[in-house]
């Protein structure tokens, strides 16, 4: 398979909707995320969980991470997904990519899919998918995919905005192709696999999502 020219999670995200058709689980929550540059939104949830199924499927593809079956629970059995690393990557990755990979526990035990999306994304928020967003957008920044813009007026107080570069984004459209290759090889190759890893890392998200204090006075 060709390498692309970013990231295939950054391309999973900004191509999110030619991918729906693989998408191995839908979310019922409403609101969306549009995509740069084009008019079309795809539910953030969904978004999310796309572009780090995307980053594990690359790894597992170059021969980095090995994803196997496990079942857990004594009385109530449940089936999850272990990662074990299994060479160092011959090309050097940024982005989710690169976290992903530095996310990986030294001990194998602690290398299920949702613990490793756990740490990946390092604490706590109201909106962990958003968080997932973000974090593709400022490594696309730093490749020159976005600009930073500063807010006019009270908007200042939130700090520069970042602006999609629309002639750049465009041009890499021919290359989420490679990347419905990689998700479609791993959905046929190992079926059980491909489809537990989207429960995984949607499990794995919405542990960082904080809950609420309850004041019980």
């Known amino acids: 398979m060709t390498q692309p020219v ?8 900004l191509y999110a909707d030619s991918l729906q058709d693989l998408f191995a689980s839908k979310t019922r929550l409403s609101f ?14 969904d978004l999310a969980t796309l572009i780090l199924v995307t980053a ?7 021969g980095c991470l090995q994803l196997s079956m496990g079942v857990k629970g004594l ?14 990557p011959a090309d050097r990755l940024d982005g989710l990519e690169g976290l992903l990979l530095a996310s990986v526990a030294p001990r194998e035990k602690d290398n299920a899919v949702a613990s490793i999306v756990h740490r990946l994304l390092r604490e706590d928020s109201v909106d962990p998918w958003g968080r997932v967003v973000k974090e593709v957008q400022h490594y696309l920044l ?41 998700l479609s090889g791993l959905r046929s190759s190992q079926p059980e696999v491909y489809t537990q890893l989207w429960k995984d890392v949607s499990a794995g998200i919405t542990s960082r999502q904080e809950t609420p204090d309850t004041d019980l006075d």
């Open 6 to 13: 970013v990231a295939p999670s950054a391309l999973a995200y």
């Open 32 to 45: 969306g995320e549009r995509l740069p540059c084009r008019d079309v939104s795809v539910k953030k949830s």
């Open 56 to 62: 594990y499927a690359h790894w597992k593809q170059q």
């Open 75 to 88: 009385l109530v059995k449940s089936k999850y997904l272990q990662a074990m690393r299994t060479s160092i």
């Open 142 to 182: 730093g490749l020159g995919y976005y600009s930073e813009v500063e807010r006019k007026g009270l908007g200042k107080l939130l700090g520069k905005e970042l602006s999609p570069q629309c002639d750049r984004i465009l041009s890499l459209q021919s290359s989420v192709s490679l990347v419905r290759e990689l």
